[in-house]
Every structure is written in structure tokens, then in C-alpha cells.
């Protein structure tokens, strides 16, 4: 295995290890153990375990002043398949301390005034368009007559006149 020369952007990995144990008799040693013992075709009992990828922020570097509870532990945690995470009680306290370091910096800061821009641009935007959906809806209700009234008044007035002159003749 070779680590990574760089973490990706968005800190997502799906690599998975698979963890995989065998019952063995007892007094067996390292050297006496081979791969056809964890052949599970062969008849042996072997558990398998899939322990997906997890990045975690690299360690606070150390306080001059040292701590009790820092001594000798390493932060650590592991994610199974079904989800759940292993976690030692230091991983914890360096995820907290992970986010509050990196919550003020002047990144996060511009990411929300930004966000905070298009939410008011859009607020805005959505206003200016049911305003405009209102004023189609007011035309829209003065037309629903069909021909307008003047238009009437004037093809009766123009049908008496025809029919005078018509008749007249």
C-alpha cells in the first residue's frame, strides 16, 4: 500500500479494507500461517470484516505544556460497513477542535457573505416575479371578455346605418 500523495477536495473515499480472520489451533505461529487458511471453500471458519476509508484532519501540533490525557494515545476511528464508527474518545475531541479552528477563518467567512448575497438575490428575484405574475393575471382578467364593448357599439351603429340606407332605396 502507498499512502496518497494529496487529499481530495471534498475528503471522500471509498476505499474499503477487508479485515478477514480464521480460526486457527492453538500453538500455531506467524510462520505457520497461509493463505489457504483464510479459503473459506476449503471448509474453514473465516470472518470478514469491511472497514471503509475515513480521512481524519492531521494532530494539533503538541502544547508545550502537555496534558495528562494526551500522553501516548493516537486519535483514531474506523467506519464498518453498516455505518458505525469505532472511535476513540481523543478522536472526538480533535474533530471539535478541528472545526472550531477552521471555523472563523477568512474562507468560511467570504463562503457565507457570498451565500448570503445569492439567498437575498434570489429572495429578491422571487418577489420581482410574482409581482409580475400578479400584473399578467390582471391583464389576463381584463381581456377574458373577448370582443370589447366599443367594438360592439360601433358595428351596431354601422349595421343601422346599412340598413337605412338599404331600405331607403
Do not use: W
Not at 99 to 119: D, F, G, P, R, W
Amino acid at each position: 500500500m502507498q499512502a496518497q500523495k494529496e487529499a481530495p477536495v471534498d475528503m471522500q473515499c471509498r476505499d474499503k479494507f477487508l479485515l478477514q480472520s480464521a480460526v486457527v489451533n492453538p500453538g500455531v505461529t506467524a510462520k505457520d500461517i497461509t493463505p489457504e487458511m483464510f479459503n473459506k471453500e476449503t471448509g474453514n471458519q473465516v470472518d470478514e470484516c469491511k472497514l471503509r476509508v475515513a480521512y481524519v484532519p492531521p494532530p494539533q501540533p503538541p502544547s508545550p505544556v502537555r496534558e495528562g490525557s494526551e500522553e501516548g494515545s493516537s486519535p483514531r476511528a474506523s467506519v464498518t460497513d453498516n455505518g458505525a464508527v469505532n472511535q476513540t474518545p481523543d478522536f472526538n475531541t480533535m474533530t471539535k477542535a478541528f472545526a472550531a479552528q477552521h471555523e472563523n477563518t477568512s474562507e468560511v467567512k467570504a463562503l457565507i457573505a457570498k451565500l448570503t448575497e445569492e439567498k437575498h438575490s434570489a429572495v429578491h428575484q422571487n418577489s420581482k416575479l410574482q409581482q409580475e405574475l400578479e400584473l399578467l393575471r390582471r391583464q389576463g382578467n381584463r381581456s377574458r371578455g373577448g370582443v370589447p364593448f366599443t367594438y360592439i357599439i360601433i358595428v351596431g351603429l354601422i349595421g343601422l346605418l346599412l340598413g337605412y340606407f338599404l331600405k331607403r332605396t
